[in-house]
C-alpha cells in the first residue's frame, strides 16, 4: 500500500467520529484497543504486531502498568517502556482481553499475539496498517492511516506543553531531533498558536 506524505493527524471531531465508527462496527473491542494502542500509547503497527499477552497482562490477568518493547520487536531496534497508566488504555485493553478470554474458554495463551486476527493468529505489521487504513477510510478521515495515531500522540502531548525530552522517551527516538518534527508540522498547534496572539 504505497502512500505518499505524512499521515494526518485528524481533529478532534474526527477522533469522536473515528472511535464511534469503529465501536460499532465488526470486532469492535480489538479495535478499539488497537486504535488506543496507537493514539493513546503512540505504537506503531510493527511495535503493535510484536506485543504478545502475557507482555501487557500477568499470570493473572491483571493489565501491568508498564511493559517493554526490546529493540528486535521494534523499528529503529532502540528498546523503550511503554506506560499503561492511562484509562482509556487500561479500559479498552481491559475489556478486549474479557471478550477474547470468553471466546477462548478462558485460556488465552500468554504466548500468543496480543491483537488477533478473525484468522485466529497474531497480525503482521502490513495488515495491522491496512485495518488501521480501512478504519480511518470507514470514518471519512481523508489521508489517516496507521502512523495518524502515532503522530496524534506526539503532536497532543507536545501541544500540552511537555517537554521534548519526555516525548521522545515516551516516543523511542534515538534523538530529540527526531521528536522535534513532530512539533514544527503540528497545523493544529500553529493555528492555536497564531489565534492566541494578543
Not at 30 to 42: D, H, K, M
Amino acid at each position: 500500500m504505497a502512500q505518499r506524505g505524512k499521515a494526518r493527524v485528524p481533529t478532534e471531531a474526527e477522533l469522536k467520529r473515528l472511535f464511534a465508527v469503529t465501536k460499532a462496527g465488526s470486532n469492535a473491542r480489538r479495535n478499539v484497543a488497537i486504535l488506543v494502542a496507537s493514539y493513546r500509547l503512540g505504537l506503531r503497527s510493527k511495535d503493535m504486531a510484536a506485543l504478545t499477552v502475557g507482555e501487557v497482562f500477568d499470570e493473572a490477568g491483571q493489565l501491568l502498568e508498564e511493559c517493554s518493547l526490546s529493540a528486535a520487536q521494534i523499528k529503529g531496534r532502540k528498546p523503550r517502556m511503554v506506560y499503561l497508566t492511562n484509562q482509556a488504555v487500561r479500559s479498552a485493553l481491559n475489556d478486549y482481553l474479557r471478550e477474547r478470554s470468553e471466546s477462548e474458554h478462558g485460556k488465552v495463551h500468554r504466548g500468543a499475539a496480543l491483537f488477533r486476527s478473525t484468522k485466529g493468529g497474531g497480525f503482521s505489521p502490513n495488515t495491522l496498517q491496512q485495518l488501521l487504513h480501512k478504519l480511518h477510510e470507514r470514518a471519512g478521515i481523508i489521508g489517516g492511516r496507521s502512523h495518524s495515531g502515532r503522530r496524534h500522540f506526539a503532536t497532543s502531548l507536545i501541544g500540552k506543553g511537555v517537554d521534548l525530552k519526555s516525548v521522545s522517551v515516551l516516543m523511542g527516538h534515538s534523538s530529540v531531533a527526531m521528536t522535534a518534527h513532530y512539533a514544527e508540522d503540528n497545523p493544529h498547534r500553529l493555528r492555536r498558536i497564531v489565534a492566541e496572539l494578543a
